[in-house]
């Protein structure tokens, strides 16, 4: 089927296209079969390292690790940089090693899910991010590779951006969050300190001595000379007769009579 040139004449019919044509021929024929000898060996050769692999061990093949390891996305230069970039910045001296520390930890405990270190949550956006810069930054951080650390925890996998951008954002948004974290904990404290005046003041209703005692003025461990003293000084303090309040008198007598009687 198909042209065959052993059989063209030029549209002669007496000539016949013999010897040139036919080494042709034989030279193509030889080729396909070298070709097909060729895939049959390298199908042969799959075949072998297929089983190779399925029957030899994981830690004996040496060809499946990388030949050397990849550098690191974040230096220790390129944090030093960065740090030393902040230190310049307006507002920097009103940054406190202390408050950036506890500002990581809250912008860390406000992220999803909240068991995660800084570290952890940077390698879950970007692997191997956070462990190149806790790397890069050491194990003691000063106040400068902290305040990187606070800024990849506010801007995340773009703090990198604007470290090297504008690094004055940072330090001015460094130091609100600051301010802001400083002032919760404020509030918190203030709480607190409430809480506990009245779960004292709970107890010294509970405990008429204590409670006479703190109407005088003293401890809980008062003699009966101290508790005697005070009661005339405060006596004298507090008389209606000398302008002082009858009702701080009367409070001050009953305190008294309740502790020596």
Do not use: C
Request: net charge positive; aromatic share 4%.
């Amino acid at each position: 089927m198909g042209f065959d040139p052993r059989q063209w004449s030029g549209g002669r019919p007496e000539q016949r296209v013999t010897s040139n044509v036919e080494a042709l021929l034989a030279e193509n024929d030889a080729l396909r079969r070298e070709v097909l000898r060729l895939n049959r060996e390298l199908e042969r050769l799959q075949r072998q390292q297929r089983q190779r692999i399925r029957t030899e061990p994981r830690s004996h093949r040496p060809w499946s690790e990388p030949s050397a390891q990849a550098p690191p996305r974040i230096s220790s230069q390129q944090v030093r940089a960065w740090g030393q970039a902040l230190a310049q910045q307006p507002g920097w001296t009103a940054l406190r090693q202390r408050g950036l520390e506890l500002l990581i930890d809250q912008l860390n405990r406000s992220g999803f899910p909240a068991h995660l270190t800084l570290e952890q949550r940077l390698d879950r956006l970007v692997r191997g991010l956070g462990t190149d810069l806790m790397a890069a930054v050491g194990a003691k951080p000063n106040k400068q590779t902290t305040a990187v650390l606070a800024a990849f925890a506010l801007f995340g996998v773009r703090a990198s951006e604007w470290l090297d951008e504008d690094p004055q954002r940072v330090v001015e948004q460094l130091r609100q969050r600051q301010d802001q974290s400083g002032s919760r904990r404020q509030g918190r404290r203030t709480r607190t300190d409430q809480r506990q005046t009245d779960r004292q003041d709970d107890g010294h209703a509970r405990d008429p001595r204590r409670a006479a005692l703190r109407v005088l003025g003293l401890e809980a461990n008062a003699s009966l000379a101290e508790i005697k003293q005070a009661h005339r000084k405060l006596v004298k303090q507090h008389h209606p007769d000398l302008g002082g309040s009858a009702e701080a008198f009367r409070r001050v007598n009953e305190a008294y009579q309740s502790l020596v009687q």
